[in-house]
Structure formats: structure tokens, C-alpha cells
């Protein structure tokens, strides 16, 4: 059965300085990668497509590494970007939680920066549907954000957005049925 896994980038290393959208892996968020790996081995993946953040097309980049699979292609995707959180500057984890629980519980209203959640989805969900169209037949690993892949998976599978994203690690990842995609599983690769 042909499978779209949706996985949520690894640990980044924050730099307050910077914008989240320009953050990497750090040391931890690359050894954090062996066991996604490892999880997602079993699902034999034909391509990999990842976000154009340096968090995402890096954790890519080594997953693509560690999968045992050479030729195994992949690719940076427009439109798998995190939610645009322009005018946004750093914020604690506590206010920054507060902010993401008004995000899913206002879709409609840009209340995290520049893009609502109901503008978000759409725009993630259009990149998803091009790319299952681009690579039609063949089980597709998508690595991008936690807050777009909580929007687009809720929607789908009726799920609460908020606690759907409090619980994805650094990283996790969602596999979901093709061509229906219906949720099949939710799982942290992270012990």
C-alpha cells in the first residue's frame, strides 16, 4: 500500500537573533535522525520531498543519508514552508503555546504573524496535492513543520489541532493512507 508520511522536522538549534525560519539542525537535532530512520526503514520510501527551512530540507538531507537507500531522490518543495510568522519576534515557550493555541482557535484571523491557519492549510495542502501528483504511485516522505502538518492532519482525520501539534516531538511523524489519505498512525521517534 502506498503511503504519504508527513514528518516534522528535527531538533533545531535556536538562535533568538534569527528568525525560526532560518534555524538548522544543531548537533542533536542530526543524532535525533537515526532513530526516524530507523522507524521509517520499514515503509520503503520512493522520494523525499522537504520544506525550503534549513530545519527541514537539513533533517532531509541526513534522513535521506540514513535510510540505506543511495539513489533514494530528493527535493526542496515551495509551499511546505511553516506558517508565515513574519513581525513575529522570539517568544518563550510558555507565550509561544499561548500564541499557537489562538492560532488553531482563530483559523480565519492572522493572530501569529502574517498567514491565519485557514490560509496556511490551504496553501500546504495545495503543495501536498502537487507533489502526490508529481510522484503519483510511489510512498512519499514529506518533512516540514509542526504547525501546517497539525492543520493539514486535524482536518483530515477531525482531529483537535492544538493538542495534535503539543504532541509532536523533534522530530516525529504522521503516515497516512494513500490515495484516500486516511490516518494510519502518529508516532514520536524520539525516546
Not at 539542525?25 to 527551512?53: N, Q, T, W
Request: glycine share 6%; proline share 6%.
Amino acid at each position: 500500500m502506498r503511503k504519504l508520511i508527513l514528518v516534522k522536522h528535527s531538533l533545531p538549534e535556536i538562535d533568538e537573533a534569527k528568525p525560526a525560519k532560518e534555524w538548522g539542525l544543531g548537533f542533536e537535532g542530526r543524532v535525533r535522525c537515526k532513530p526516524l530512520a530507523d522507524a521509517l526503514m520499514g515503509y520503503h520510501p520512493d522520494v523525499v520531498i522537504s520544506s525550503v527551512e534549513p530545519k527541514a530540507y537539513q533533517t532531509a538531507r541526513v534522513l535521506v543519508g540514513l535510510l540505506d537507500e543511495p539513489t533514494l531522490p530528493w527535493e526542496t518543495m515551495e509551499g511546505l514552508h511553516e506558517h508565515d510568522r513574519s513581525g513575529v519576534g522570539f517568544l518563550g515557550k510558555e507565550e509561544f503555546e499561548r500564541r499557537v493555541e489562538e492560532f488553531f482557535a482563530k483559523p480565519d484571523q492572522k493572530v501569529l504573524g502574517a498567514e491565519s491557519a485557514d490560509q496556511a492549510h490551504e496553501r500546504f495542502a495545495r503543495a501536498i496535492h502537487v507533489a502526490l501528483e508529481k510522484h503519483s504511485n510511489r510512498t512519499l516522505i514529506a518533512v516540514a513543520h509542526g504547525t501546517v502538518l497539525s492543520l493539514f492532519v486535524s482536518r483530515l482525520a477531525n482531529l483537535d489541532p492544538f493538542p495534535l501539534w503539543k504532541s509532536l516531538d523533534l522530530p516525529s511523524y504522521i503516515v497516512l493512507a494513500l490515495p484516500d489519505l486516511g490516518l494510519l498512525k502518529i508516532a514520536n521517534s524520539v525516546a
